[in-house]
C-alpha cells in the first residue's frame, strides 16, 4: 500500500500494556513521526508521549486530534468505542481503528452478542438472559454444574465466575446483579453452561467486510498458579499455541468471525477493528465462549512481538476499508508475556510502589517490558522512578525460536525487576497439551 511521504501523527487511546504494545509497533513505522497515548503511563519514552486526556472523555480527544493534526486514532481501550469516540471521529473526517459504539455492543453488551450468535448460528454454549436476580438463581440451579454467570456490560475481564455449587450461584448473582459489584454491567445476566475444552484467543483484523486472522494465543487469567484463583485480566499468554492447528483457525473464520461480520452488517452496523472471539476447543470442536471488541491485553503484548509489518500502514487501511491480506506476515517462533502484579491484585492492592530492574531486564536478548500501570515519579525531578499505579503493572515479553527457550528467556528478566509485594505467576506457558 502506498503511503503519503509527509511522516504521520499518531493517537492512540487507552493506559494499558495494550496500548503501550501498539504505540511501540507504531513508533517503529517509517511513516510515524510521533505517537501520542490519551492518557499513556509510564512507559511512554523517545516519541512516545503521553496526554492528560481520559479514554472515555470524546470531546477532547476529537479537540486533541483536530489541533495536533492526528493521521490516525487507534482504539486500545474498548470504553473509548463504547463511549462514542469512533463514531465522534468519523463525523469529522478523522481515520480512526475501532468499531463504532453500535458494533461495540458485540462486547458491551453479553446479551446483544449471544442474541446475535443465535441468529447467525454461531457455535456457543446454551444459555438464557435475565433481568431478575430470583429467576436467574432458579434458572442456574436447574443447571449441570459447573454453571457460568456473567455480567451484562463491561467490567474489564473480571465480570465472569465459574459456580462449581449452589452457594457460588448465589454469591456470584447477588455480587453482580444485587450488590451492583460492576456497576450497571450488572443489571441483566447471561447464565451459560460450561464448555469444556481449552481457552484459546483468537483475533481477527476487519474492514467491515474481510477478515484476517492472527495466530492463536492463550491467556491464563486466574491469579495462582495452576489456574487457581479468582479471574483477573490476564496473567500471562503465549503466542502461537502449537497444538492449535490451521485448520482450528480456519474453522474459526468460517464458523464464528465471518457470520459475526455478516450479522453486524444485516443490523446496518459493520465492524472495523480487531475482533477477538475467545474460544473454547475441544479436540475438533470449536465453540465461542464471548466476543472482544478489540485488542487484548496482554495478547497484544505478544502479537506486537511478532507482527512482521508496518503497522501503521495496516490499521490505516482498515480503517479506511482497504485491508489487503498479504501486508499481515508473522515472524517464526513465538512470544511470551509474564504479567507482573501488585500484591493483593485482584482485590485492593496499594498503588506507589518504587519498581527496579526493567533497565536490566531490557538489556537481556529479545526482552521488551511493555508498563502498563506505572507513572514516574516527577518530584524534585527525579523522573527516571517508577511508581506502581494500579493492578496489572508490567508486562514482561520475550521472544524465541521454541516455547521452552522463550518461556525461559521471560522468566530470567522477570527475576531482574522487583517491587515490594511483586506478584506473578511461574507457569505462563506450561499447559501445552490440546
Known amino acids: 500500500m502506498a503511503m503519503e ?20 509497533k507504531l513508533a517503529q513505522s517509517a511513516h510515524v513521526k510521533k505517537v501520542y497515548i490519551a492518557p499513556g503511563n509510564g512507559g511512554s519514552t523517545g516519541n512516545i508521549e503521553n496526554v492528560a486526556i481520559g479514554f472515555t472523555d470524546v470531546p477532547e480527544l476529537l479537540k486533541f486530534a483536530q489541533e495536533k ?4 486514532t487507534v482504539i486500545g481501550q474498548e470504553a473509548a468505542s463504547d463511549a462514542g ?28 452478542s449471544k442474541d446475535l450468535m443465535a441468529s447467525e448460528h454461531i457455535p456457543t454454549a446454551a444459555y438464557q438472559t435475565f433481568t431478575d436476580p430470583g429467576d436467574a438463581i432458579e434458572y442456574a440451579t436447574s443447571r449441570p454444574l459447573p454453571v457460568v454467570i456473567k455480567a451484562d456490560g463491561l467490567a474489564t475481564g473480571k465480570g465472569v465466575y465459574i459456580c ?30 460450561f464448555l469444556k475444552g481449552q481457552e484459546v484467543s483468537v ?32 496473567m500471562g499468554v503465549i503466542a502461537p499455541v502449537p497444538w492449535v492447528t490451521p485448520a482450528h483457525i480456519e474453522a474459526t473464520k468460517a464458523q464464528i468471525v465471518l457470520p459475526a461480520l455478516a450479522g453486524l452488517q444485516k443490523r446496518n452496523t459493520p465492524f472495523t477493528g480487531c475482533l477477538y472471539p475467545g474460544l473454547m476447543i475441544d479436540g475438533d470442536d470449536i465453540k465461542l465462549l464471548e466476543f472482544n471488541a478489540r485488542f487484548g491485553d ?31 506476515a508473522w515472524k517464526p517462533g513465538f512470544a511470551v508475556t509474564v504479567v507482573l502484579c501488585s500484591p493483593g491484585y485482584p482485590a485492593d492492592y496499594p ?10 531486564a531490557e538489556k537481556l536478548n529479545d526482552i521488551v517490558v511493555f508498563h502498563a500501570a506505572t507513572i514516574r515519579n516527577t518530584i524534585a525531578g527525579n523522573d527516571d522512578e ?19 527457550e522463550t518461556i525461559d528467556k521471560a522468566y530470567a528478566a522477570v527475576k531482574l525487576i522487583n517491587f515490594e509485594g511483586m506478584h506473578y505467576r511461574t507457569d505462563i506457558g506450561r499447559r501445552l497439551n490440546g
Open 298 to 328: 496482554p495478547e497484544a503484548e505478544v502479537y506486537m512481538r511478532l507482527l512482521d509489518g508496518d503497522l501503521y500502514e495496516v490499521l490505516t487501511a482498515c480503517a479506511k476499508g482497504e485491508l489487503d491480506p498479504s501486508s499481515i
Open 203 to 234: 483475533h481477527a483484523l476487519c474492514d467491515g467486510n474481510q477478515a484476517v486472522m492472527f495466530p492463536a494465543s492463550q491467556d491464563h487469567k486466574q491469579v495462582f498458579d495452576g489456574d487457581k484463583g479468582p479471574n483477573t485480566g490476564g
Open 5 to 24: 511521504s509527509a511522516r504521520a501523527t499518531v493517537l492512540v487511546i487507552g493506559s494499558g500494556g495494550r496500548e503501550q504494545a501498539l504505540a511501540w
Open 69 to 72: 493534526h492526528i493521521d490516525l
Open 85 to 112: 469516540a469512533v463514531d465522534a471521529f468519523k463525523a469529522a473526517g478523522l481515520t480512526i481503528f475501532g468499531p463504532t459504539k453500535a458494533a461495540t455492543r458485540l462486547e458491551a453488551s453479553k446479551v446483544f
Open 351 to 360: 498503588k506507589g510502589l518504587p519498581i527496579t530492574g526493567i533497565a536490566e
Open 386 to 404: 517508577i511508581l506502581t499505579a494500579g493492578g496489572r503493572v508490567l508486562n514482561v515479553t520475550a521472544t524465541g525460536p521454541t516455547l521452552e
Open 164 to 193: 462449581a455449587t449452589v452457594q457460588e450461584i448465589g454469591i456470584a448473582i447477588t455480587d453482580i446483579m444485587v450488590k451492583k459489584v460492576f456497576g450497571e454491567s450488572g443489571d441483566s445476566v447471561v447464565v451459560e453452561d
